[in-house]
């Protein structure tokens, strides 16, 4: 499997994927996959937050999203919970096997970890708040299960020019959400918060990728 990290998008491929995104002929759909990679790959969202994403999660004033620390999923085919819940509830038992899975799942929708409850602010990028307000206009937030989610991106990644059908990943756009960043500046502490991390190693290992901040402050000193 190939780490995480090492499938995060420089700029110029982030916007070759939204090209691809844009080539999509159905609009809605084109709505629905520029979000998915705005949200995954500028706001780092993890994949089950933006598939749990409502209106109840976004402060349009302050342009804010909330991640809460419960979320009822109705999205399965029942209106039960939906798949990915469904698959992090059996993680769960694998790990508390007396526990039935109805005991589980009437927990979820979960983040991560506690640390993963947290505000994202979207104030930064007009394009992303542009995108958040077509998507709540339309839908109220997304309105669809992880495996629409995945087949979004998959679908912009084959019509995306000279990117491979697999560049990046669900996942991977959250890593190039945390490159892009840090190699802005954002310093540790404000970092791990945004993306919601309880290791603070795992922010560190975005602070200097691809030599960013050594270019920064070579920057700084040679104005």
Known sequence: MVATRERALSEREFELLLEGAGRITDTQRRLETRVAILLGGRLGLRPGETTHLSTSWIDLERQMIQIPTHEDCTKGRDGGICGYCRQAVKQRMDHNPKKDFQSFADRYWLPKTEAASRTVPYHFSYRVRIAIELLLNEHGGWPYSFSTLQRRLETALELS?????DATSLHGLRATAASYHAGRGLDLP?????FGWEDITTARQYLNVDGAMTRR???SIHQ
Not at 161 to 165: A, G, Q, T
Not at 190 to 194: P, T
Request: hydrophobic residues 55%.
């Open 217 to 219: 402050a070579l920057d």
């Open 190 to 194: 404000a970092l791990r918060a945004m």
């Open 161 to 165: 020019p000279e990117l491979s059908n």
